[in-house]
Each structure stands twice: as C-alpha cells, then as structure tokens.
C-alpha cells in the first residue's frame, strides 16, 4: 500500500491496468479534493499476474488526463499484506469470487465487497473495457466517479 493514513482500500480487478487504475486514480482525487487524503491509504492490484509491470491501458490514461485526474501506477497482483487492508473493493464477481477463494481471506480482517455495490445507479458490475474504446473507458471512469463518490460518502 501506498500511503500512510488511518483507512485504506484496495481496488482490485483482473490485470489491474483498467479498472482498478481508473477507480484508484478517482479515489485518490476525491479524497484530496476534499481534503482527507492524509487519512487514506489507496492502492490497487491484479488477481493474475498477467500485466505485473505495466502501466494502465492508455484509453484509460487518456480518459483520466481528460478529466484532470493524475494516475501514475505500474500493475501489481495482490499479495497477502494487502489482506490487512479495511476494505477491498472489487470490480466484478469473478474478483470478488476469486479473493473470497484465497488463502489468505481465512484471517482476513478486510471487508471484500464490489466497488459497484456503492452505485447510486445499482450498475454492479464495473466491466473491463480492455476490448473496447474510449467511450468504454469513459463509462468505467463514470462508474468509478459515482461509486467512489458514495463510497467515501459513507466511510467519512
């Protein structure tokens, strides 16, 4: 985990270069917005191994700069430190059923739970846009927006 602070989440997806980036970086925006950041520790990870090393998707870049929203992350997997985590949040029910699968949830004091669980709009499931193009992307930063938004919302 990145930063020092009295909270923290993991935002988690398959390769960690769409979704969870995206949702890290509009976290991380929101909680400095609003002046709250010292009080968080934010990260994000992969459930695979598949991107380790790589920076996000550039769809997914592009759409942060567009809204102003810095992302500087280089895709990790999950390790079991990030278990002592407060709250996981997940992107789809194969992550959300691949952590609750883990070794390490047997003393897991985090909560695992998916980010979309938040959504004021109750759209679950915050798709991979990895396929797609930057109207996907922008969707995934809109989800991210709305349910990072009401996340915070209920935690501070």
Not at 44 to 61: F, K
Not at 102 to 115: G, T
Request: aromatic share 8%.
């Amino acid at each position: 985990m990145a930063e020092v602070g009295s909270k923290s989440v993991l935002f988690v997806c398959l390769g960690n270069i769409c979704q969870s980036p995206t949702a890290e970086a509009v976290f991380r925006k929101l909680v400095t917005d609003e002046i709250v950041s010292n009080n968080w520790r934010i990260d994000s990870a992969a459930i695979s191994t598949y991107e380790v090393g790589n920076p996000p998707d550039c769809c997914g870049q592009s759409c942060m700069r567009k809204h102003g929203i810095p992302m500087n992350h280089v895709a990790q997997q999950i390790t079991k430190e990030d278990f002592v985590c407060h709250i996981l949040l997940c992107m789809d029910e194969s992550n959300l059923r691949d952590l609750n699968r883990s070794n390490q949830v047997k003393n897991c004091k985090a909560k695992i739970e998916l980010l979309g669980s938040y959504d004021p709009q109750k759209q679950l499931i915050i798709e991979a846009p990895y396929y797609g193009n930057d109207s996907d992307f922008e969707v995934v930063d809109q989800q991210c927006l709305r349910c990072c938004k009401a996340f915070l919302e209920k935690t501070y």
